[in-house]
């Protein structure tokens, strides 16, 4: 008759070699599933976003140059380093080392390669800044202002959005941004364009997208406490979607044609009418133009000296003219103030001055 100690041992080792060999197979079996997802998880990890504007493959050109240029000096300034300080260690506790002359030639070379890079990387980036910085004339204009915390953005055509932005694919599109409260910064990472938004101002940029789908935007700059949720997305669309997309979005009338009514609304044609008299100068195809100034200087009549006129009146003085112009500065609002800046840029145009 078997001892219930012989019974009890040989079922403790039974389980336990059972349970080792379960042990073994679960961690052998997370082990494997661990080797199978790392492609998965290196596929989802993104070495850059993608590149989806005319200027995306050059920007991107450029900091693979400066990464590598800074990996291959790295390399070698610290391999030399290295090098040196064991080839030249103290020896014995006595000896001491000897005097050197540096030879022209190198220091030549260290003087010259690295000054060099300096004028590429020069004359590189300042291209692509002054390439990004001038929006071809064909360029399709969107009003954008930002606030905490959101973007609003409007179509020259008069669709507005929040957070959202639709633009055709291969049509360059001109952002013309200013914010209603402190500094943000308008981001598309996949467009590689960047550029602060800031309060009592207007700046541009431009992009041209090359493929169709849904991209990143954020705001990049630190703009309070839900600094984090101003994001949103743009939608790159066919010109056939686009052109649906406008065609059935909410009936709006035009920025310029909301900008006439404000005009209207607020007496300006009294005094900027060309049968007005002589009170104020007459808006038709100003826009753009150079505009003497009574101090002498000259400056292109743009968005931000309209928006100064109308808001700061006695700093823009026109030689021949009275000031006479009141401020509107609490009346009109950003978002008014783009409309109107739409309505003046729309008499400018051939159709508007030959009254088409």
Known sequence: MRSPGVGLEAGAAAYASHAKDRNGTVMMGSFQFGLDSLPVAAAMMQFKPPAASTIADSVDQLYLFLTGITIFFSVLIFSIIFYFMLKYRRKAPGETGTATHTPM???????????????????????????????????????????????????????????????????????????????????????????????????????????????????????????????????????????????????????AAQGEQLFSQFGCGNCHSPDAGSHAPPLA??????????????????????????????????????????????????EQMLQLIAYVKSLSSEERMSGK
Not at 183 to 212: C, M, N
Not at 318 to 328: R, V
Request: one cysteine or more; charged letters at 15%.
């Open 285 to 334: 195809g100003i826009y753009g133009k150079p505009q003497k100034m009574q101090s002498g200087e000259t400056r292109v009549v743009d968005e931000a000296l309209i928006r100064q006129s109308i808001y700061f009146p006695s700093s823009v003085h026109l030689p021949g003219y009275q000031q006479i112009m009141p401020t509107y500065q609490g009346q009109i609002d950003e």
């Open 105 to 255: 030639m190198l220091e030549l070379t260290w003087t010259i390669i690295p000054s060099l890079i300096c004028v590429v990387l020069f004359v590189w980036s300042s291209s692509l800044y002054v390439r990004n910085g001038r929006p071809p004339a064909s360029s399709t204009e969107i009003f954008v202002i930002g606030k905490q915390w959101m973007w609003h953005l409007q179509h020259p055509e008069g669709p507005r959005e929040i957070n959202e932005l639709h633009v055709p694919v291969g049509v360059p599109v001109k952002m013309t941004m200013t914010s209603q409260d402190v500094i943000h910064d308008f981001y598309i990472p996949a467009f590689r364009v960047k550029k602060d938004v800031l309060p009592g101002r207007y700046s541009s940029i431009w992009f041209q997208p090359t493929e169709t789908g849904t991209f990143h935007l954020f705001c990049a700059q630190y703009c309070g406490t839900n600094h984090s949720e101003m994001i949103g997305w743009v939608y790159v669309m066919s010109p056939t979607d686009y052109a649906t997309w406008l065609a059935g979005g909410e009936k709006t009338e035009s920025m």
